[in-house]
């Protein structure tokens, strides 16, 4: 279970996300340059392309993206979608063929904007081939962001649905549709002092602040999330200076972190094992883990671009304590 979201701040656009899951899967952030080699489970071989940086899995030298930013900005994340994502068993000729785990890497090695994107999406077709037979695909849907469009991707078998996604979240099931639809049922929230509209003849005294959103939800579930999340992102200050912008892209996504104990899946803890966000507008993927809070940074300019290896980094994951005295 994940959240992600986009967030413009003075200009400047960020994409981050949260990671929930029981456990982990060796995962580092990844740099991908220009001149690596991807050889597509379908037959193509893109030998030059654009730049990437975001977290990935690396097995047999192939960056298995989570998240991804590309060096023009656009940026994708896959979270769960199980029961509803659903991947053919056969290719379609005319078609843009992909297996699930090739997506990211595709589009972001390829295309600068969401406008470009939308077109490409359309004759998409993703056919349920692994990258190894003992790892099956991950049900997915995506949220793709420029930092000024934003679209959501969900393939069902009812087919392909491409959204304009005006809250800039994503969370996992229901599709997002649905989500859409039930931030109705909390459009009376307000960041504000509340209005006595119960009974004008009752005093009804504000005890607290806070209380314009109460019935805010508050549980871990993905629908509460996405409520949660987008109620967040949307009331949220927009700081002038980047580096506070930053840090507020991680307080918007800390509304939705999962504390370890909180839910147990298959008799074990899933928490938020890693927070990313990325500056999508200056190349640099910031991230921190569950154990260690300080926010960490990989410029992907900082790298050869012009190579054809990836370059990777282990993600902290041991506490580190500023001892003051």
Same mark, same amino acid.
């Given at each position: 279970m994940?959240?992600?979201?986009?967030?413009?701040?003075?200009?400047?656009?960020?994409?981050?996300?949260t990671f929930d899951l029981e456990k982990r899967f060796e995962e580092r952030v990844t740099v991908t340059p220009r001149n690596y080699i991807f050889r597509y489970s379908m037959g193509e071989v893109d030998r030059r392309h654009f730049a990437i940086i975001g977290t990935a899995t690396i097995m047999d030298r192939y960056p298995l993206y989570?998240?991804?930013?590309?060096?023009?900005?656009?940026?994708?994340?896959?979270?769960?979608?199980v029961g509803n994502a659903y991947f053919s068993e056969k290719e379609?000729?005319?078609?843009?063929?992909l297996a699930p785990y090739e997506l990211i890497p595709y589009m972001l090695s390829k295309y600068k904007s969401c406008l470009e994107c939308l077109e490409v999406l359309k004759t998409l077709h993703l056919v349920d081939k692994r990258f190894r037979d003992d790892i099956p695909?991950?049900?997915?849907?995506? !949220?793709?962001?420029?930092?000024?469009?934003? %679209? =959501?991707? *969900?393939?069902s078998r009812e087919g392909t649905k491409i959204y304009n996604n005006p809250v800039g979240v994503?969370?996992?099931?229901?599709?997002?549709?649905?989500?859409? !639809?039930?931030?109705?049922?909390?459009?009376? %929230? =307000?960041? *504000?002092?509340?209005?006595?509209?119960?009974a004008s003849s009752i005093d009804m005294p504000a005890y607290s602040r806070g209380m314009g959103a109460i019935g805010l939800p508050g549980d871990n579930s993905s629908m509460s999330r996405f409520v949660r999340a987008s109620y967040t992102k949307m009331n949220s200050s927009q700081p002038a200076?980047?580096?506070?912008?930053?840090?507020?892209?991680?307080?918007?996504?800390?509304?939705?972190?999962?504390?370890?104990?909180?839910v147990i899946f298959n008799g074990q803890f899933e928490r938020t094992q890693y927070t990313s966000c990325c500056d999508i507008k200056n190349g640099i993927y910031y991230y921190k883990t569950y154990e260690n809070s300080q926010i960490a940074a990989v410029n992907m300019f900082n790298e050869n671009l012009e190579g054809d290896e990836l370059i990777s980094y282990r993600m902290g994951f041991e506490p580190n304590i500023e001892s003051i005295n």
């Open positions: 994940c959240t992600a979201i986009t967030f413009t701040s003075n200009n400047n656009s960020y994409f981050g996300r989570y998240d991804a930013t590309n060096e023009y900005g656009l940026s994708m994340a896959g979270l769960n979608f379609i000729d005319g078609r843009i063929n695909n991950s049900e997915l849907h995506w !949220l793709i962001s420029d930092g000024k469009d934003c %679209l =959501t991707l *969900e393939i994503l969370t996992n099931n229901p599709g997002f549709n649905q989500q859409m !639809l039930n931030l109705s049922n909390y459009m009376s %929230l =307000t960041n *504000e002092e509340p209005v006595n509209k119960f200076d980047n580096r506070l912008a930053l840090v507020q892209t991680f307080h918007i996504l800390s509304s939705v972190e999962q504390q370890e104990g909180t």
